[in-house]
T-cell receptor, first 113, second 114 residues
Framework: NAGVTQTPKFRVLKTGQSMTLLCAQDMNHEYMYWYRQDPGMGLRLIHYSVGEGTTAKGEVPDGYNVSRLKKQNFLLGLESAAPSQTSVYFC????????????FGPGTRLTVT | LAKTTQPISMDSYEGQEVNITCSHNNIATNDYITWYQQFPSQGPRFIIQGYKTKVTNEVASLFIPADRKSSTLSLPRVSLSDTAVYYCLVGASMFSGGYNKLIFGAGTRLAVHP
């Protein structure tokens, strides 16, 4: 049981390049989330999904797109990377019912130059 | 969503009990109080959740007074490995509809010294 995994762990992009971050969970969770964390700050929600085939905007969605084609995977895309998107990205998953607990992945450190 | 206020940083020593208080004056009736822990270069980890009075698990205790406008996370006999950032979050549970709306503040940086 790997929990929540993220690929890649590190990435350096040039301004204008695109990339996709992959999140996978093996806990059969309905809900999945993408957050970003800037130095010294808390996490901010980018997008989330309440089930396969559905996505919704969070607190800071601009510049990002997501897809949830399979229940276990949640992809975060950057179409045209900007230096302001330099951050650590965390994926999380959670059950549809029960308590408030979200399970987080190890993070992806992205630098845009 | 209720805003939370907690100390920016705290210092303690090994073996001591640490209490971190969070203020949430505008907490709504159906809001739960949840605490997460984050180590450097890792994702946050759920510690404890409560609605009222006291909740205890193998890691911590959570004290919530009757008016629910604040809460206190208590870590018994901390060790060096408890050095981390602790986040207090207030929000509705799944049963209120929609996703788990977690709003993270800057958290409290706890440093445990030998």
């Amino acid at each position: 049981n790997a929990g929540v995994t993220q690929t890649p762990k590190f990435r350096v992009l040039k301004t204008g390049q695109s990339m996709t971050l992959l999140c996978a969970q093996d806990m059969n969770h309905e809900y999945m989330y993408w957050y970003r964390q800037d130095p010294g700050m808390g996490l901010r929600l980018i997008h989330y999904s309440v089930g396969e085939g559905t996505t919704a905007k969070g607190e800071v969605p601009d510049g990002y797109n997501v897809s949830r084609l399979k229940k276990q995977n949640f992809l975060l895309g950057l179409e045209s990377a900007a230096p302001s998107q330099t951050s650590v990205y965390f994926c999380a998953s959670g059950r549809q019912s029960g308590n408030y607990e979200q399970y987080f992945g190890p993070g992806t450190r992205l630098t845009v130059t | 969503l209720a805003k939370t206020t907690q100390p920016i940083s705290m210092d303690s020593y090994e073996g001591q009990e640490v209490n971190i208080t969070c203020s949430h004056n505008n907490i709504a009736t159906n809001d739960y109080i949840t605490w997460y822990q984050q180590f450097p270069s890792q994702g946050p980890r759920f510690i404890i959740q409560g609605y009222k009075t006291k909740v205890t698990n193998e890691v911590a205790s959570l004290f919530i007074p009757a008016d629910r406008k604040s809460s206190t996370l208590s870590l018994p006999r901390v060790s060096l490995s408890d050095t981390a950032v602790y986040y207090c979050l207030v929000g509705a549970s799944m049963f209120s509809g929609g996703y788990n709306k977690l709003i993270f503040g800057a958290g409290t940086r706890l440093a445990v010294h030998p």
